[in-house]
């Protein structure tokens, strides 16, 4: 019986100990915007554009908090006034990586998902999908997505990022060029063969620290992509498969096609009365 107690003693302890992981979602909100100067605060919906992000972030099941950080009094009292929560950061920073380690820096957080701002019609469980890739491997440091072309014209599109991973769903590499490169059909073969980038990353936190504590290097300059700092550095970045790609809002008439379907959509909806 003693023996009993002292392994059911010794397995409420380790009850006790299992550590929970905590994960929190933020949104790098930036005013300035070459191609589309405050799309973060359009508003043509109703509702703000990083509004909506922030709400589809509270969706994810696995997410303890959201948070917007932001280098703009205008985004911060937009945020005030649909009681979204809101840091400011430095407007120094070169990314929104940079400014997502500072809004953390203090912060008791296991994991950091980036989501950019204009990810208004992000799925929920993708967010989940990208940051349980990192609470069901430890080990791991860093996580992205990744999601099937439709068209052969997304694959040679140098805006649409291309990766090749490993038999383990570790990436190998991220380029703007098609990769692979199918040299028997001149370059593309089959869509199926390709994979596509999303736009969202999950670090853990002391990672990210570290990160964004690392020179610029050869290769992210060149593509002008920041996730090949980390493969040059030596660091892994766990992948997983969606569905589905989604597009995030970079010119006024990709909002505009965002309201549209938006619009379309109230109206579809049944009355309440």
């Known amino acids: 019986m003693s023996g009993q107690w002292f392994h059911l003693k010794k397995r409420k302890i380790a009850a ?23 799309k973060v605060l359009a508003k043509e919906t109703g509702k703000y ?21 932001t280098d703009d009094q205008q985004v911060m009292d937009a945020c ?4 979204g929560e809101c840091v400011m950061t430095s407007v120094k920073h070169q990314s929104g990586t940079d400014r997502i380690a500072e809004a953390v820096a203090k912060l008791d957080v296991d994991i950091i998902v980036n989501l ?15 940051a349980g890739l990192l609470a069901d491997n430890p080990d791991a440091n860093m996580a992205t997505l990744l999601a099937p072309f439709e068209s052969a014209d997304d694959v040679v599109n140098p805006n649409v990022v291309k990766c090749i991973t490993g038999k383990d769903g570790k990436a190998i590499y991220f380029s703007r060029s098609v990769i692979p490169y199918d040299r028997n059909a001149g370059g593309v073969s089959e869509v199926g063969c390709y994979k596509r980038h999303l736009g969202i990353y999950a670090y853990r936190k002391e990672f990210l620290m570290k990160y964004t504590s690392l020179k610029p290097s050869f290769l992210e300059q060149t593509e002008k992509l920041e ?22 809002i970079d010119t006024h008439k990709q909002y505009r096609v ?12 049944p009355s309440r009365e």
């Not at 005030?80 to 009681?83: D, M, T, V, W």
């Not at 996730?227 to 995030?248: C, F, H, P, S």
């Open 80 to 83: 005030a006034e649909f009681g």
């Open 116 to 130: 950019q701002a204009d990810e208004p019609e992000i799925d929920p469980d993708y967010i989940d999908q990208v």
């Open 16 to 38: 006790r100990k299992k550590r929970i992981v905590k994960i929190i979602v933020v949104i790098p909100a930036r005013y300035g915007s070459s191609r589309f100067a405050g």
């Open 49 to 69: 554009l990083v509004q909506h992000t922030y709400e589809r972030a509270l969706c994810a099941k696995t997410v303890d908090r959201a948070l917007i950080a």
């Open 227 to 248: 996730q090949l700092r980390a493969i040059e550095n030596g660091y892994t970045i766990l992948t997983a498969m969606v569905g589905k790609a989604w597009d995030g």
């Open 258 to 269: 965002f309201v549209e379907r938006m619009n379309s959509e109230y109206k579809a909806e």
